[in-house]
């Protein structure tokens, strides 16, 4: 078997494509860099290919400036795509075919139900303590029975009987009853995709074979999957990486450090050689090893080490590795990087004598810094 290919779940051979797909909506966050990294070591590991994709179809959140935070975060890591990035919202039209083809199968089905009765339908479930979900009242019944020109979604007619099974590279063996699926909407009532839709639409016209993500998002693997079983497309390989917590064990926020990637590099003075060796082993390690530089993480690296619980983010940690990483590089590149904030502080540029200057100091400063 050539390097660049893997046996996949339906047991054939074929060259291995990972993604990753952030929201535009924001800078690019440590857990997000994380993700990123671990598709693209993974791609590198099996000889393969890591593509982006930007999921920019909220348009009332999606910004410029964050789409391009985004890819600088990425650039300065060194984790760029191998072909140009998917815009998913351009994509608007295949989305809508795909729907109007599992409608035309059988797969999907129109819903005329109005808001004001779904909030009616909600509020039962609520006051009778039952899971908030879709009832089902269009799925068997005929489009002529709706009033003439009234809007409606299209659902996806979910399996009722049986149960899903996903044996998930990271989770192991995960089973849901399809009783508790739901027929989510595929496109509303503007013609616009939802998420769910628009997330598997472009996977599969993307030939990604890998989906390597948080596990937040596995629940909504197994919906995701009856709309590629009712496609009849081929199934990804899922690997749910689970989510990074403070150093207390609450959900990682700005307190503990989870800040945009821009932040560790303008405002903390992080290498990004360091910021990458700390990502790889935040919930991946390979034996006592602490110091990995990135060629040796590409031989190493795959989701069958990536363990199951959550790991801690450790700021003391991060700024330890990057000392490791300041010692071993160039005094002239650091000068480069520390001449803006002198220059900020001095109120003018530096001469080239002062730069000089700078790098000729760096080897008496860097053995004790953990910052540049």
């Not at 002198?342 to 002062?354: H, I, M, N, S, Y």
Request: charged letters at 25%; proline letters at 6%; aromatic letters at 6%.
């Amino acid at each position: 078997m050539s390097s660049n290919m893997v046996v996949n779940a339906t047991g054939m051979n074929k060259p291995v494509v990972t993604r990753f797909a952030p929201s535009p909506t924001g800078f690019l966050h440590i857990g997000g860099a994380r993700t990123a990294l671990f598709n693209w070591l993974f791609a590198r590991h099996h000889g393969g290919k890591f593509l982006l994709r930007i999921e920019d179809t909220d348009r009332a959140r999606s910004t410029e400036e964050a789409v391009a935070a985004i890819f600088d975060g990425l650039d300065w890591l060194g984790l760029g795509g191998d072909e140009p990035a998917v815009f998913q919202f351009e994509r608007t039209p295949r989305h809508a075919e795909v729907a109007n083809a599992m409608l035309a199968g059988g797969h999907a089905y129109k819903c005329y139900a109005t808001p004001e009765e779904l909030a009616a339908l909600r509020e039962e479930q609520r006051a009778a303590k039952k899971p908030m979900r879709y009832d089902g009242r269009w799925r068997d019944r005929s489009p002529e029975e709706a009033p003439e020109g009234a809007p409606f979604v299209i659902r996806l007619k979910a399996p009722r009987e049986g149960e899903t099974v996903i044996e998930d590279a990271v989770q192991g063996r995960v089973v849901v009853q399809n009783a508790e699926l739901d027929d989510m909407i595929l496109l509303r009532s503007d013609g616009t995709p939802t998420y769910m839709l628009a997330v598997v639409v472009d996977d599969n016209d993307m030939g990604v074979t890998h989906v390597i993500r948080g596990d937040d998002h596995l629940n909504n693997a197994f919906r995701q999957l009856c709309i590629i079983r009712a496609m009849e497309w081929e199934e990804p390989i899922y690997a749910h990486i689970p989510l990074i917590h403070g150093s207390d064990g609450a959900k990682l926020s700005k307190r503990h450090g989870a800040l945009g990637v821009d932040a560790y590099r303008d405002e903390m003075g992080m290498l990004p050689e360091a910021v990458l060796n700390y990502l790889l082993r935040l919930g991946w390690g390979h034996g006592d090893e602490e110091f990995i530089p990135t060629a040796r993480a590409i031989e190493l690296f795959d989701v069958s080490g990536v363990g199951r619980s959550p790991s801690r983010f450790d700021i003391k940690k991060l700024e330890n590795l990057n000392g490791h990483y300041l010692r071993q590089a160039d005094d002239g590149r650091l000068a480069a990087l520390v001449a803006p904030r002198v220059e900020a502080r001095l109120g003018k540029p530096l001469p080239q004598t002062g730069l000089a200057l700078l790098g000729e100091a760096m080897a008496s400063l860097k053995p004790r810094a953990k910052n540049a």
